[in-house]
């Protein structure tokens, strides 16, 4: 098995993340409950890409964002990448989306609070010592907590989940399957549980589906573009000797976009993508690694950066 194929069948990756928690009612249940205060009868997903209110705006994505059956909004999250100060802002600001998106619906600022639930598979966050870390305003001098804030965040950081000990995680369903996602896929036997079985039963069912198919040709996409990004540099040194570095980059970046937009657009005529400049290009393959439409890619073009 290749790693790019590795990347798209990991247990723990945004994949099969995304596809176990659109197609596992009980597990979406679940993860919410542990952040709920309240009961949680049922779960939807909601409208998960955002747009700023802007030309050239940057389309933003969260991994699941679900409603409850009292009104209240979520944000469950996988994050196998390290989490920096940019990551954290990220978690924010989407929080602050699902806050917007009530109080475009109620027209006022009486909105539910926002709770965010990170499963975070890399290096331990420096400062934070714990599996479990919850985020919510307070008062640093006071250590006073804001009742009713607007957002909480919560991360669970894998690699210390031993904190828990076992006895926790085996008599806990929520920690069962959080454990799941460790880093070595050594599934413990749990044949008396129902969801944790079931939860297995979707992670062969992913394997085998049209998603992991089409998640594979994107990894691949992507490393044929970085790949391409770094021979460009490598070959641009030498063509820069005759026709200048940037050209030759420029060449390579048309060709690897012209690949990207034919396999996620194949009815597309491509003519207006072979006279770009590099900033372009560098704005059409984020939109198209983001799930961009064809209108954005069309302004893009016809923006000259």
Do not use: W
């Not at 059956?69 to 994050?79: A, K, P, R």
């Not at 006279?275 to 372009?280: D, R």
């Amino acid at each position: 098995m290749d790693s790019i194929e590795t990347s798209a069948a990991k247990f723990s990756s945004d994949y099969f993340f995304h596809y176990l928690l659109h197609h596992c009612d009980e597990v979406r249940n679940l993860f919410v409950s542990h952040l709920s205060d309240h009961p949680i009868l049922n779960t939807e997903l909601t409208v998960a890409d955002f747009y700023q209110r802007k030309e050239n705006a940057k389309k933003r994505i969260l991994d699941v964002a679900v409603v409850d059956d009292q009104g209240y909004y979520y944000d469950l999250e996988m994050q196998n990448g390290d989490i920096n100060r940019s990551e954290m802002i990220r978690f924010f600001n989407y929080a602050s989306l699902l806050l917007d998106s009530q109080i475009n619906k109620g027209k006022d600022y009486n909105v539910k609070t926002v709770k965010t639930l990170i499963i975070y598979t890399g290096k331990p966050i420096r400062d934070l010592e714990h599996f479990e870390h919850r985020f919510e305003l307070i008062d640093s001098d006071y250590l006073i907590k804001l009742k009713d804030g607007p957002i909480e965040i919560e991360i669970l950081q894998i690699e210390r989940m031993e904190e828990l000990g076992m006895e926790v995680v085996n008599n806990d369903q929520f920690y069962r399957i959080v454990h799941m996602f460790s880093k070595n896929e050594d599934f413990i036997d749990h044949h008396d549980d129902e969801l944790y079985t079931l939860v297995l039963d979707h992670y062969n069912k992913y394997l085998n589906s049209d998603e992991y198919i089409a998640n594979l040709q994107i990894e691949r996409d992507r490393r044929a573009y970085h790949t391409g990004m770094i021979q460009s540099r490598k070959e641009g040194v030498e063509e820069g000797k005759i026709i200048g570095k940037k050209e030759g980059m420029l060449e390579a970046k048309r060709d690897y976009i012209l690949i990207l937009f034919r396999k996620e657009f194949p009815y597309e005529d491509t003519r207006f993508l072979e006279n770009l400049s590099i900033e372009q290009y560098d704005a059409i393959m984020k939109l198209l690694s983001e799930n961009g439409n064809l209108e954005q890619i069309y302004e893009v073009c016809h923006i000259f950066l």
